[in-house]
């Protein structure tokens, strides 16, 4: 089974992009709704956390009061390094027991995750999927859905990394600028990715 990271900066539509490798057959774990679910449920993070940051990071209910970290992280860039330190590797193991209840025939799986290069998660996938948009449009569809600035959008978007870059070290690209039909360039990946899986499994047995 093929390990198929798809990344791309926010508003640059992963998740309909998701939604379509959903409908063709393949799972799809997305690493920022995973993350959140972890916080209250890895015990070991929650340990972490608590070490870090005091027991009054979570609530008596045993769930993190969510306000207090944000106050926390987004106040203090050392402190945010220090949390993405101990949530990736969560992800990472989460991300890998899911990966071990998948039937063999599965021919891949997609983790989802928006920050996947900034977290050096890269090395994890046998193949990259980016998804690109241009900026006015990931402004123009983040502010349809959140109630937020313009500003504080650009702020967000200014601490990932450029659509260049991603562009660059990814094997695929995907354009979703509202013009270009994604289905067809899905598809087109979705056959490429089960051919390299025949591929890889002819040459090294089952993957």
């Known amino acids: ?27 799809v774990y997305q690493a ?3 993350a ?3 916080y209250d449920t890895d015990f070991k993070l929650r340990d972490e956390l608590k070490l870090l940051f005091g027991e009054h ?3 008596a209910d045993g769930m993190l009061d969510r306000q207090k970290l944000a ?5 203090d860039k050392e402190s945010l390094e220090k949390v993405n330190r101990l949530v990736h590797p969560a992800v990472r193991r989460n991300f ?24 050096k998660l890269e ?23 959140e109630a937020t600035s313009e500003k504080d959008v ?3 978007i200014a601490v990932q990394w450029p659509d260049e870059l991603k562009i660059e070290l990814s094997d695929y690209n995907i354009i979703n600028d509202d013009k270009t039909l994604i289905l067809p360039q899905i598809l087109q990946i979705h056959r490429e990715l089960n051919y390299f899986r025949l591929q890889t499994k002819a040459c090294f047995g089952n993957v």
């Open 154 to 156: 650009k702020q967000r």
């Open 36 to 38: 959140k679910k972890l």
């Open 96 to 119: 890998l027991e899911y990966v071990s209840g998948l039937s063999e025939t599965t021919p891949y799986v997609i983790h989802e995750a928006a920050i996947l290069y900034e977290s």
């Open 1 to 27: 089974m093929l390990r198929v990271g798809l990344t791309g900066g926010i508003g640059s539509g992963k998740s309909i992009v998701c939604k379509v490798f959903f409908m063709l057959g393949i799972p």
């Open 71 to 75: 106050g926390i992280i987004f106040s």
């Open 123 to 145: 090395n994890m996938f046998d193949r990259v999927i980016n998804v690109q948009a241009p900026e006015n449009i990931r402004i123009k569809r983040i502010l349809s859905r």
């Open 57 to 59: 990071l979570y609530n």
């Open 32 to 34: 920022d709704i995973a």
